[in-house]
């Protein structure tokens, strides 16, 4: 559904223009701390040498959560909230990290592999 909304003034336009982006901008805030967090989690089970295939597993699944979320909040940011472009180099950092630690996931398993042997 698409809605199209006209202020009775100009000023009604901006007011209206500025409580959604306001809105927004808490959204985008919620979604800089929930990137904060997951960086921090990557972080804990780098720091823990955690390196396992669940774990992995976890933390692709909370990644997805976030590209999801910022699709959705993409779409709603009509007027361009300010923290959108500082959300979306968020997301690219979560996802080089959740990168990085997969590699290190599988290099733990092929080390672990080549001790069996």
Request: proline content about 3%; hydrophobic content about 40%.
């Amino acid at each position: 559904m698409t809605l199209t909304a006209l202020g009775r003034s100009p000023e009604d336009a901006a007011r209206f223009e500025a409580m959604f982006t306001a809105a927004r901008s808490e959204d985008w805030t919620e979604f800089l701390a929930d990137c904060g967090k997951f960086e921090q989690e990557i972080a804990k089970e780098i720091r823990n040498s955690k390196f396992t295939l669940a774990e992995l597993e976890e933390e692709e699944q909370s990644l997805e959560r976030l590209r999801r979320w910022h699709r959705d909040l993409t779409a709603r940011d009509v007027f361009g909230a300010p923290e959108a472009p500082r959300a979306a180099a968020s997301l690219a950092t979560c996802t080089h990290a959740c990168e990085d630690y997969a590699e290190r996931v599988f290099a733990a398993l092929h080390r672990s592999e080549g001790d069996d042997a």
